[in-house]
């Protein structure tokens, strides 16, 4: 075969039906908003910016169940019984089996209280309403964004971002590891971004997958805010033509603004157009829907120039789902009765935030047993979307999308419920906060990804021509791959 036309790079991408819709779900002022242990207020006092719920629904051409994929402006569940009361509500309404639905947080730190056990304490009483009023929200949302499905195109490309920075900081003294800006060690900086477009090409979507916790906001904020989400939403829909944007929260255990817990609520705003700023520059580079790059010979001009034309690319049809659940070993201090019997003599305010919520962890896991953590993993074309109720640390994506280079992968904590930290076996030994509040053992995060990687393999290995051990990806987010085995049109149905 000609070698010259035996290159071309092309975006991971998937086609088939989206629908898209967004609805505002900012709780009332006066809700119970306690989330930091320094806080010396108990109840909200206003707003910054408003909280969204953004969904995504994802369908093959044909008749078929679709995929749900909901974003909240929300922290994390404190309690699983108050993330099945709105979970379980949406799949019924929508008549979903559990794998075919992900609701997944932003992880702001500057959201409301979602769990009834708060009712009792300054304005804990409107806790309950909001989740009524959430879940009514997700289900008008979700049904919108079906009514309005229509047959696109989702491609990715990979950008970079350094708002996130490592926050495992040594102290000066030396002798204990804090939870703050690291400027000596690096950060994973991936961005991954989603483009959304109808088969003319108009941008109906993005999303926006990062891993920063959401944090700038400190105990001393009190207003409702999504945090730097917001203005990273605005920054982008703007630009876009008031597409919608949904935010997926990355594996972040250890990264975090370098500039963060602040009550000004422009530092937030600025770490937002920070983001937004750079998913745009991802966008800027991206090909026109449905087109790859092919390199088309050499042009002689004193120098050997490479030419390379566009062509058409024709889109994976591929749409699976898989649920599973990887085994992680606890840790035996973190029983409930002996938090409980902590928790009966503390006294002081910012050690019994801690308590309460290594209490309400350790209720979900029974007692002697190994946790059964449950994993949801969407193929949408060349894309593998993973999602986990945990706080997994960055080396989580990292790996797999080493181990996957030729394809998109989209990890996102906190998806689904919410079951602590994983962070890797040698941050135990130095004593982070992570660590210490993690109910899992050493080697956990280790257990997790190797399970996550086993399970795409195999779903990877059912694409024609898989290219898992090919080239590693571009560093604009295209695709390598070699015509001497000629890439196919994807069209596979479930």
């Keep these: ?75 994390w569940w404190r309690l699983a019984e108050d993330e099945q009361f709105v979970r379980s509500a949406v799949l019924k309404s929508l008549d979903l089996d559990e794998s075919r639905l992900v609701i997944a947080l932003s992880h702001s730190h500057s959201g409301p209280s979602t769990s009834r056990e708060h009712g009792d304490r300054p304005g804990g009483e409107k806790i309950e309403k909001y989740l009524l009023q959430l879940r009514k929200a997700i289900i008008e949302a979700a049904r919108q964004a079906l009514a309005n499905a229509a047959p696109a195109l989702l491609t990715w490309t990979t950008g970079r971002c350094d708002l996130a920075r490592n926050r495992d900081l040594r102290s000066p003294e030396g002798n204990a590891v804090i939870c703050g800006y690291n400027p000596h060690t690096t950060a994973d900086d991936t961005l991954l971004l989603g483009r959304i477009t109808d088969m003319q090409g108009t941008i109906h979507a993005t999303i926006v997958n990062y891993a920063c916790h959401p944090t700038t906001l400190g105990g001393q904020n009190r207003l409702i805010s999504p945090d730097y989400v917001g203005a990273m939403r605005e920054t982008v829909e703007t630009a876009t033509g008031g597409a919608p944007c949904l935010f997926l929260h990355g594996a972040s255990g250890e990264l975090a603004p370098r500039e963060q817990y602040v009550a000004d609520t422009e530092v937030a705003d600025r770490n937002g157009r920070q983001l937004g700023y750079a998913a745009l520059s991802a966008l800027e580079g991206m090909l026109p829907s449905a087109t790859a790059l092919r390199f088309d010979g050499v042009e002689n001009s004193g120098a050997p120039l490479a030419q390379w034309r566009r062509v058409p690319q024709a889109a994976s049809t591929t749409i699976r789902t898989e649920q599973f659940e990887v085994e992680l070993p606890l840790k035996e201090e973190l029983l409930p009765e002996n938090l409980l019997r902590r928790l009966d003599t503390c006294t002081d305010r910012v050690e019994l935030e801690k308590l309460e919520r290594m209490a309400s962890l350790a209720q979900r896991f029974e007692r002697g047993h190994k946790a059964q953590v449950p994993v949801w993993l969407w193929q949408l074309g060349d894309a593998f979307l993973v999602f986990t109720p945990t706080e997994a640390h960055s080396g989580f994506q990292t790996e797999l999308r080493q181990k996957f280079a030729q394809r998109a992968v989209a990890v996102t904590n906190i998806a689904n419920g919410y079951v602590g930290y994983v962070p890797p076996a040698e941050t135990y030994e130095e004593g982070s906060y992570q660590s210490s509040i993690s109910p899992f053992h050493p080697g956990c995060l280790k257990r997790l990804t190797d399970a996550c990687a086993k399970r795409i393999a195999q779903l990877d290995r059912q694409l024609p021509n898989s290219k898992v051990s090919s080239s590693t990806v571009l560093k604009n987010g295209l695709q390598p791959t070699s015509s001497e085995q000629p890439s196919p049109t994807k069209k596979e149905q479930q």
């Design 1 to 75: 075969m000609n070698q010259q036309h035996d290159l071309h790079v092309e975006h991971p991408s998937f086609e088939g039906r989206i629908g898209v819709a967004q609805r505002d779900i900012t709780p009332p002022v006066g809700i119970y908003s306690r989330m930091w242990g320094s806080a010396t207020h108990d109840v909200s006092e206003g707003v910054h910016r408003g909280l969204v719920a953004t969904v995504l629904t994802f369908a093959p051409a044909g008749e078929s169940k679709p995929l749900v994929l909901v974003q909240l402006d929300l922290g």
